[in-house]
């Protein structure tokens, strides 16, 4: 029997506050991912689609709540060894951050590593990456701050890096969101476009316990539920569709082959679901696939990095193997 949500979370319309309306190729984009994986026999809708301004407000205060552990315990581990950090990668730094602004896990980093001459954000969405590159500029003035917007998963058009060293730090455990063939295609993409003697530091949730792995995706307050739900919520005031999300469950376990967390919405009831002018049947206990999880042992993790390219050079953890920060550099 699968984990539902401990508090039923209800229609909750103050959610459309939080929402400034999408750009239309944004909206024309969810409608198709949508309309697409409603159609598919094992239904699903990308993760991607989950932060909208309602979702990353939500997904801001699950990174608070007591069993989420992954935010607070890779900063902890940042921060305890970020001097050991900055001995081992050697040279002259272009510290280039995947994702705009990691919570202040980057300034860790910089403030440690004297030796970054120049800064790169990327990120695809250009509000926060301009806020993000302003904050490095104002907070360290000796070094050269670009950025660059665009999708760090596919092509990017990188500043010449100059006699600098790359080193791409990409945190909080978001490689956790591919699964093992797609992070292994991430990885070899980024070990080519760093080049020999590039570095990468990279932020590996570890396989643990059962019962505290789902729980840090089923919070006892029901936020992570909540958070699920927004997809449908957004749907609604995106599309038109008219979904009852009080009639889907959020759903998060744990499948032990290979290792990660599955988050589903599931159907509470027999029922139809309208949208652009067609019907979706769910069956009772159906779901909709929305989110994988991966989790990794050190020595998994540093195989699959193998595979793609890089070498292992260190891995640091907190005291309870909760969560892993490896150094990646580029083989020879």
Known sequence: MYNMARNAIENDETLIDLVTPAPVSDTAEFRQAVVEGLSRPDRAIPCRFL????????????CELPE????????RILETHAKAIAETIRGNIRFIELGAGSGGKAEILLDAMEQVRAYICIDISPVPLASAAAAVRTRYPAIEVDSVCGNYLGELDLPTRGNLRDVCFFPGSTIGNFDRDDARAFLRRWSQRLGQDGLMLIGVDLKKDIALLEDAYDDAQGVTAQFSLNLLH???????????TGAFAHRARYVSQPGHIEISLVSRRDQTVRLDGRSFDFARDEAIHVENSHKYTIGEFASLAKEAGFDSVDVWTD??????VHLLRVAG
């Open 68 to 75: 989420y552990y992954p935010t607070r315990t890779e900063r």
């Open 234 to 244: 957004r749907a609604n005031r995106e599309l038109a569709a008219d979904f009852d």
């Open 51 to 62: 932060y909208d301004a309602a979702g990353s407000a939500i997904f801001d205060r699950i």
């Open 319 to 324: 005291e309870d193997a909760l969560f892993s």
